[in-house]
Nanobody, 125 residues
Framework: QVQLVDSGGGLVQAGGSLRLSCIAS????????MAWFRQAPGKEREFVTG????????YYADSVQGRFTISRDNTKNTVYLQMNSLKPEDTAVYYC??????????????????WGQGTQVTVSS
């Protein structure tokens, strides 16, 4: 069983930056592929970025490529999402997710077993 607690959301102006964090419980964090998803009001949850369990390979949705960076620190059981050049369309609740032996390219929410509670990101124009 893995528990995820994500944090770091807030209100920021367009062009600004935020860093989200997700802390996982347990001793096997390094065996989990991690990802960030987001869900805007009235829309389906969508994949943002993932990082693999082994070599730490990363993968990004086209909409955030070049602006967002995912990273992980296995010594701290934490995955981060650095978000730069934020746009109003990035406004959503952001969720971290974990999949045992997951790959960075696991883009379907059905592939993930554990989820954080979500953190709100609001970007004003």
């Amino acid at each position: 069983q893995v528990q995820l607690v994500d944090s770091g959301g807030g209100l920021v102006q367009a062009g600004g930056s935020l860093r989200l964090s997700c802390i996982a419980s347990g001793r096997t964090f390094r065996t989990y592929g991690m990802a960030w998803f987001r869900q805007a009001p009235g829309k389906e949850r969508e994949f943002v970025t993932g990082i693999g369990w082994g070599d730490g390979s990363t993968y990004y949705a086209d909409s955030v490529q070049g602006r967002f960076t995912i990273s992980r620190d296995n010594t701290k059981n934490t995955v981060y999402l650095q978000m730069n050049s934020l746009k109003p369309e990035d406004t959503a609740v952001y969720y971290c997710a974990a999949a045992k032996w997951g790959r960075s390219t696991s883009t379907s929410s059905h592939e993930y077993t554990y989820w954080g509670q979500g953190t709100q990101v609001t970007v004003s124009s």
